[in-house]
């Protein structure tokens, strides 16, 4: 049972662009949903977060927007830079600091 | 500080093989985690363990054994490694139940013939 969908496996956004990942959770006992970040060869880092009871949160230019109800969240990146190009994780956390990972999408932001 | 550090990077075993991955926390986490990590598969939990003497099992963890005798160590033991074993494996450590942040370590990259 793949608790956390995430969508699209792989996306290319031009310099400048917005990049939009996409992911949906199954199990509602998650109280956490990190985003993580992964440059090839390294392991993952934590971009970015939001607790269910906020509906958005900004870091600079990474915006996570929540639906609860709908069981889904995304991330956005404005004005995309080659720099962001990396592999992107969402997850859900169930307490004991478990985390339970999306497949990940690849971004590839082309100059 | 060092944060999590892993060893080896790269290890290459025949099946059969045992091996222990190393995992290293300066950060006095109590809670320590591994995952592995496979295209198109996303970071799957193998084992945890919330502090020193309690260990749990994850979402795959056959294969596998832990133990965590000390707050810094947390080895993952591979007893008889199979095709299948062949990832990417990343140690993670946080500082407790409820924290925000998951540190995670260099990774080590396991091939096994």
């Known amino acids: 049972q793949q608790q956390v969908k995430q969508s699209p496996q792989s996306l290319i956004v031009q310099k400048g662009g917005i990049s939009i990942i996409n992911c949906a959770y199954e199990n509602t006992a998650f109280d956490y949903f990190p985003w993580y970040q992964q440059f090839p060869g390294k392991g993952p880092a934590l971009l970015i977060a939001i607790r269910p009871d906020v509906s958005e949160k900004k870091e600079g230019r990474f915006t996570i927007s929540f639906n609860k109800s709908a069981k889904q969240f995304s991330l956005h990146i404005m004005d995309s830079q080659p720099g962001d190009s990396a592999t992107y994780f969402c997850a859900g956390r169930r307490g004991y600091s478990t985390l339970t990972f999306g497949k990940g999408t690849m971004l590839l932001v082309s100059p | 500080n060092a944060g999590v550090t892993q060893t080896p990077k790269f290890q290459v075993l025949k099946t059969g093989q045992s091996m222990t991955l190393q995992c290293a926390q300066d950060m006095n986490h109590e809670y320590m985690s591994w995952y592995r990590q496979d295209p198109g598969m996303g970071l799957r939990l193998i084992h945890y363990?919330?502090?020193?003497?309690?260990?749990d099992q994850g979402e795959v963890p056959n294969g596998y054994n832990v133990s965590r005798s000390t707050t810094e160590d947390f080895p993952l033991r591979l007893l008889s490694a199979a095709p299948s074993q062949t990832s990417v494996y990343f140690c993670?450590?946080?500082?407790?139940?409820?924290?925000?942040?998951?540190?995670f370590g260099p990774g080590t990259r396991l091939l096994v013939l």
């Open positions: 993670a450590s946080s500082s407790g139940a409820l924290a925000e942040t998951q540190y």
């Open positions: 363990s919330v502090g020193a003497g309690i260990t």
